[in-house]
């Protein structure tokens, strides 16, 4: 059945979802969340895609979790189900995630953007944790990720405040990787998204990997890590084929293997 909450297509080796309830400024709901992981997973187990973007409308990428589905929630019910516990399946996607962010990445929305591996954004981008403003907290990483993003004392500004950061602040603070005029986003995106598609999968899922356990482990433990995965990537074929081709000044035709 065809999701009712994004809309997934594919360009070559990448898969772009755009998230689309536009009634909702993208607001993250439970059939978001369940189609978003569903896409994931099926692009992550589909050998022809090596890159994934994710976006959301000119208005805004995605104006948070959803205030109208989660307002009544008591705290057991959210306990025992374990509420948006699934977002860690986002989290968890092997494959490289580009978020393009133009409008609105609040709350959940600004969660989810930092779920994926960067971000480009719109000079018309939007980002903030309002969580405050309800009288709650980030609930899907914002204390953690951004924290570990941009630091503590922006971290705090943004939680405790709950006021919004334009894009050329979020670029200058670490949050994002590049700022680009708003009607070249996609492209922009998806050109990054298909440059890292080109090269061997293997070695950009390592890179993602590696990259990833900076956050989590020791300097030491984490270049014993790397190192590993940079020893074992002489196992692929796609590493004789990227060394063999610059040795042979020719461009490197990589088999993701
Ligand atoms: N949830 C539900 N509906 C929303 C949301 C949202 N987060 N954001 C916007 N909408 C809806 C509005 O209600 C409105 O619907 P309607 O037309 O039916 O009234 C429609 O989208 C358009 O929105 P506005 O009319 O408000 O549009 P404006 O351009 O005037 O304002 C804003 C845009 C500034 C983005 C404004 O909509 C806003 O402030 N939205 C809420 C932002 C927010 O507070 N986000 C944080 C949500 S909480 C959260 O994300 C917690 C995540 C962690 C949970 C983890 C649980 C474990």
């Not at 205030?67 to 948006?84: R, S, T």
Request: proline share 3%; with cysteine.
């Amino acid at each position: 059945m065809a999701p009712k909450t994004l809309k997934t297509e594919t360009n070559g080796r990448v898969a772009i979802i755009t998230l689309n309830r536009p009634e909702a400024l993208n607001a993250l709901n439970s059939e978001l969340l369940a189609e978003l992981s569903e896409a994931l997973k099926r692009y992550d187990a589909d050998e022809k895609i090596g890159a994934i973007v994710l976006t959301g409308s000119e208005k805004a990428f995605a104006a948070g979790a959803d205030i109208k589905e989660m307002q009544n929630k008591d705290y057991v019910g959210a306990y025992l189900e374990d509420f948006f516990a699934g977002w860690g399946d986002v989290a968890a996607t092997r494959k490289p995630v580009i978020a393009a962010v133009a409008g609105y990445a609040l709350g959940g929305g600004c969660e989810l953007a930092m779920m994926c591996d960067f971000i480009i954004a719109a000079d018309s981008a939007k980002f903030g944790q309002p969580e405050i403003t309800l009288g709650v907290i980030p609930g899907m990483g914002g204390t953690q990720r951004l924290t570990r993003a941009v630091g503590k004392s922006k971290a705090m500004d943004l939680c405790l405040t709950g006021r919004m950061m334009e894009a050329e602040e979020a670029e200058r603070c670490g949050l994002v990787a590049r700022v680009v005029p708003a009607a070249e986003l996609k492209a922009t995106a998806v050109k990054a998204a298909e440059k890292i598609a080109s090269f061997s999968l293997p070695a950009t899922m390592m890179a993602k990997e590696a990259v990833n356990r900076a956050d989590e482990v020791t300097l030491n433990e984490g270049l014993r890590f790397e190192r590993r995965l940079f020893h074992s990537l002489f196992a692929t074929e796609d590493q004789k084929e990227g060394m063999g081709a610059f040795v042979e000044k020719r461009k490197a035709q990589f088999r993701h293997r």
